[in-house]
């Protein structure tokens, strides 16, 4: 480590006592530094927000995407930060999932379309980065919209994918949602299906009750069907003590 990297860091170590300012960050910051120092000194530069900004924006101008650049455009919470990482998703850039991830806390201000092409993308990082933007959005859509962006996530051979999907959907109690999520305990992977089972219990409604009660039927005798006459009695609990 040279002696300047030593120097940053022994800073970067004094923030609290010493409070880091925009310029001093700006000035210091260099592609040529280590990427852990490069991280660290953007996370700062974005958890000072308004202050900040103008700096991380002046850097990315003279030094191009670079993506701690991008991490502290997102944490800043600056609109102006924000338009311009939407404007991104516009661009070629071999950055698009760093852009993304910045872009999580704004997930409820995003173009129903634009969110629908991030789930799209084949790549399973890009498809998560997309769900985390989802639970920002979801409750702004109803059952219908919200359904239709989670389609393709659902039948989604990867067990993640389908599982943070499964606890987006959970949060609502709309019978249609809880049908769907019912479907995964008989058509899911075992992962999936116990994901499902367990969000049904956690619905706490009369429909999530009955289709409990229909699964604990129609399964057969295995894991999935003990688990749905399991969450079908921690319904009937729930319920007698509402």
């Known amino acids: 480590m040279s002696h300047k990297e030593t120097f940053l860091w022994e800073r970067l170590q ?15 910051y260099s592609p040529q530094l280590s990427k852990e120092l490069r991280i660290a000194l953007s996370e700062h530069l974005g958890q000072l927000a ?20 991008i991490k502290a455009a997102g944490l800043c919470h600056q609109p102006a930060a924000r338009d311009w990482l939407i404007s991104l998703l516009d661009q070629e850039t071999k950055f698009h999932l760093e852009v993304i991830q910045a872009l999580a806390c704004w997930g409820a201000l995003l173009p129903n379309h ?12 890009m498809r998560i980065a997309g769900l985390d933007l989802l639970s920002f959005k979801a409750h702004h859509l109803n059952e219908k919209e919200l359904l239709q962006l ?16 499964i606890n987006i959907l959970q949060r609502r109690d709309e019978v249609v949602i809880s049908k769907k999520i019912g479907e995964l305990a008989i058509n899911g992977s075992e992962a999936a299906a116990h994901a499902a089972l367990m969000a049904l219990g956690s619905i706490g409604t009369k429909d999530s009750q009955t289709i409990l009660s229909i699964l604990s039927e129609q399964l057969p005798n295995g894991n999935r069907r003990a688990l749905a006459l399991k969450q079908l009695k921690h319904q009937y609990r729930l319920i007698q003590t509402v």
């Open 50 to 69: 308004k202050e900040g900004w103008p700096t991380i924006a002046l850097l990315i101008k003279t030094h191009n995407l670079q993506p701690e650049l």
């Open 150 to 165: 989670t389609k393709e996530l659902l039948v989604d051979i990867r067990d993640p994918i389908v599982i943070r999907t």
């Open 114 to 125: 634009l969110l629908e092409d991030i789930l799209k993308a084949p790549n399973q990082a």
């Open 14 to 28: 004094k923030a609290r006592q010493v409070p880091l300012q925009a310029n001093w960050l700006g000035t210091v």
